[in-house]
């Protein structure tokens, strides 16, 4: 199985930006697509972006389009996902999350939270107005 870990959360004026990392153990890393989400109080954990296991597919929310970018170094076994030009909706525990990969171009399999099966305990991102 795979282990995750986020890091790189914390307090950010809007319109600053933050570098989240998905740190992964697991001898098939560079198998694995991986994902980020968020969960803010009261709502779902929605979608943020997601990595193929290749890497050579990518989707992004819509909300963070233009934002945000996701890439993954499958040396390092690492997600980073930089985040620019934040708004206090992004405020939310932002969770990595991991599955083996699907070899397929169908977003839904990148998009959904139910597909994965491994997932990171979260990291804490504040954006304050």
């Known amino acids: 199985q795979v282990q995750l870990v986020e890091s790189g959360g914390g307090l950010v004026q809007a319109g600053g930006s933050l570098r989240l990392s998905c740190a992964a153990s697991?001898?098939?890393?560079?198998?694995?697509?991986l994902g980020w989400f968020r969960q803010a109080p009261g709502k779902e954990r929605e979608f943020v972006a997601a990595?193929?296991?290749?890497?050579?597919?990518?989707y992004y929310a819509e909300s963070v389009k233009g934002r945000f970018t996701i890439s993954r170094d499958n040396a390092e076994k690492t997600v980073p996902l930089q985040m620019n030009d934040l708004k206090p909706d992004d405020t939310a525990v932002y969770y990595c999350a991991a599955d083996q990969a699907v070899y397929n171009s169908a977003s839904r399999y990148y998009t959904s939270p139910t597909r994965y099966d491994y997932w990171g305990q979260g990291t804490q991102v504040t954006v304050s107005s």
């Open positions: 697991g001898r098939t890393f560079s198998n694995y697509d």
């Open positions: 990595i193929s296991a290749s890497g050579g597919r990518i």
